[in-house]
T-cell receptor, first 116, second 113 residues
Framework: NAGVMQNPRHLVRRRGQEARLRCSPM?????VYWYRQLPEEGLKFMVY????????ESGMPKERFSAEFPKEGPSILRIQQVVRGDSAAYFC??????????????FGEGSRLTVL | AQSVTQLGSHVSVSEGALVLLRCNYS??????LFWYVQYPNQGLQLLLK??????LVKGINGFEAEFKKSETSFHLTKPSAHMSDAAEYFC???????????FGKGTTLSVSS
């Protein structure tokens, strides 16, 4: 049973370019979460999505960042006009729908974005 | 709002010694609490979780944690450290809306021989 799959694992962009990070949840999971990890800061929640719906985006920066989870295909975290401060590891997690959801999140191995 | 505080960003122990990683939480509702472990360049793996059942929770790799409401704590312990336990450990609490886990800043555990 494949886990949460993220790609690319590593991505290098120059300032001003766009970054797209993809996440396929575990089989049977319909909830997707995105987190950002910076050194010494732990993981910061960004957004929680279900199929075709953004449920909680309270952690998303107001500009340049967007996320989607279409009916078909992976979830996408999109960062427009990247800046050096966007360099971080971005983790996707998934969880099953209720009533199987016990609060646990299943994490992918992350996508590491470097902005030159 | 829910939050967690992990006391000590770095903990060093000798192989075979007791491991104690501290976590205090703040929650306006009965909390769901979690400990995750992260090895270098990998994702997070669940060690154990507390969801209002037994206050002493046993997890994988010999770790356990005790929920103490009076102290708002959920400390992680292991009786005898192994070299393979060297990693970063994160405590987390589920937010009130149930839409996310809120993580502490992490504790890096070093194990020396």
């Amino acid at each position: 049973n494949a886990g949460v799959m993220q790609n690319p694992r590593h991505l290098v962009r120059r300032r001003g370019q766009e970054a797209r990070l993809r996440c396929s949840p575990m089989k049977g999971h319909s909830h997707v979460y995105w987190y950002r990890q910076l050194p010494e800061e732990g993981l910061k929640f960004m957004v929680y999505l279900q199929k075709e719906n953004i449920i909680d985006e309270s952690g998303m920066p107001k500009e340049r960042f967007s996320a989607e989870f279409p009916k078909e295909g992976p979830s996408i975290l999109r960062i427009q006009q990247v800046v050096r401060g966007d360099s971080a590891a971005y983790f996707c997690a998934s969880s099953p729908p209720y009533p199987d959801n016990t609060g646990e999140l299943f994490f992918g191995e992350g996508s590491r974005l470097t902005v030159l | 709002a829910q939050s967690v505080t992990q006391l000590g960003s770095h903990v060093s122990v000798s192989e075979g010694a007791l491991v104690l990683l501290r976590c205090n939480y703040s929650s306006s509702v009965p909390p769901y609490l979690f400990w995750y472990v992260q090895y270098p360049n990998q994702g997070l793996q669940l060690l154990l979780k507390y969801t209002s059942a037994a206050t002493l929770v046993k997890g994988i790799n010999g770790f356990e944690a005790e929920f103490k409401k009076s102290e708002t704590s959920f400390h992680l312990t292991k009786p005898s450290a192994h070299m393979s336990d060297a990693a970063e450990y994160f405590c987390a609490v589920r937010n009130q809306a149930g839409t996310a886990l809120i993580f502490g800043k992490g504790t890096t555990l070093s194990v020396s021989s």
